[in-house]
């Protein structure tokens, strides 16, 4: 089982960046797919980026798309979501999850099983 802890939200104006970490407590490298999702008050959880087990695959969101980056560092076992551009529709707690499961495409947030806590990030006009 693999704990997740997230890091690196807080606020920021539109057009600005922020670097959200995501820290696991084991090797995720080839184990676990990983992704990063996020929840806006009164809205459904929506996935925002994930990336394979093997970093060959990764899902963006339409709405991030060229704007976000998600990178994994297998030496510290920490996945990373680089945004910027941002906008204030991108207010919103950002959670990271992985998952060992096959069988499922890695958007799918259903089939994450290990969540971190969330990181708020709230983008300003």
């Known amino acids: 089982q693999v704990q997740l802890v997230e890091s690196g939200g807080g606020l920021v104006q539109a057009g600005g960046s922020l670097r959200l970490s995501c820290a696991a407590s084991t090797r995720t490298t080839s184990v676990y797919d990983m992704g990063w999702f996020r929840q806006a008050p009164g809205k459904e959880r929506e996935t925002v980026a994930a990336?394979?087990?093997?970093?060959?695959?990764?899902y963006y969101a339409d709405s991030v798309k060229g704007r976000f980056t998600i990178s994994r560092d297998n030496a510290k076992n920490t996945v990373y979501l680089q945004m910027n551009s941002l906008k204030q529709e991108d207010t919103a707690v950002y959670y990271c999850?992985?998952?060992?499961?096959?069988?499922?495409?890695?958007?799918?947030?259903?089939?994450?099983?290990?969540w971190g806590q969330g990181t708020q990030v709230t983008v300003s006009s």
């Open positions: 990336v394979s087990r093997s970093g060959d695959t990764t």
């Open positions: 999850a992985g998952t060992r499961r096959v069988g499922y495409t890695i958007s799918e947030s259903r089939r994450y099983d290990y």
